[in-house]
């Protein structure tokens, strides 16, 4: 981590802490942006009540794969990201998982707020188990190189368990004001 994108603070107790929540993370030149974005499903997938979600995978993907600043997905010969099930953090039949890269973050979030993935994210209570911890890690990768499942998953896990750093970060570590803080709550 970057000390000058870092600030200081002291607690009650005198001691120095980083507050690493505040931190930024800037994309280096010649980078692209890695995500994971996990999911616990409420029921398994085959189940009616995850239909409207399922049956809405592939139109999602393909816009994003059509997105401007897309460059990768993990997917498998069929298009699907059930590629991810190889990995062992995937154990649970009903976790859902979209690793991809983007060239910039404010294409990916372009995507995810300003396309229907966007309507999928205000309803993501209908089909998924309200997170209690980070469900979306980012890092900046070498234009070029595609991310390994397993490394996403570690990245995840640092950050669920210890804060943001450079080796994983969520969009509030990003430089700039997020769509999502100004334009309010996605549309109905």
């Known amino acids: 981590m970057n000390d000058q994108s870092t600030r200081k603070s002291v607690s009650k107790d005198g001691a120095t802490e980083v507050a690493a929540s505040q931190a930024s993370f800037p ?3 010649g980078h692209h942006l890695a995500s994971l974005n996990i999911a616990m499903a409420i029921a398994d997938l085959e189940d009616p009540v995850m239909a409207d979600f399922v049956n809405a995978l ?13 460059v ?27 690793l991809a890269v983007w060239e910039t973050a404010t294409d990916l979030e372009f995507f995810a707020w300003n396309t229907v993935h966007r309507r999928f994210m205000k309803n993501r209570h209908r089909w998924f188990v309200s997170p209690d911890k980070p469900y979306l890690v980012m890092w900046w990768i070498p234009a070029g190189t595609v991310p390994d499942i397993d490394d996403a998953f570690d990245r995840l896990a640092r950050l669920q368990d210890h804060g943001p750093s450079a ?4 969009w509030s570590n990003l430089e700039g ?9 996605p549309p109905g």
Do not use: C, Y
Not at 167 to 170: K, L, N, T, Y
Not at 177 to 185: A, C, D, L, N, V
């Open 58 to 70: 592939d139109a999602v993907n393909g816009i994003a794969d059509r997105s401007p600043g897309f």
């Open 167 to 170: 080796q994983g970060f969520g």
């Open 27 to 29: 994309q280096p030149e």
């Open 72 to 98: 990768w997905r993990l997917k498998d010969d069929s298009g699907r990201g059930d590629a991810a099930r190889a990995s062992p953090h995937m154990r649970d039949p009903r976790l859902t998982a979209t």
């Open 177 to 185: 004001q997020r769509i999502w803080e100004t334009s309010g709550p």
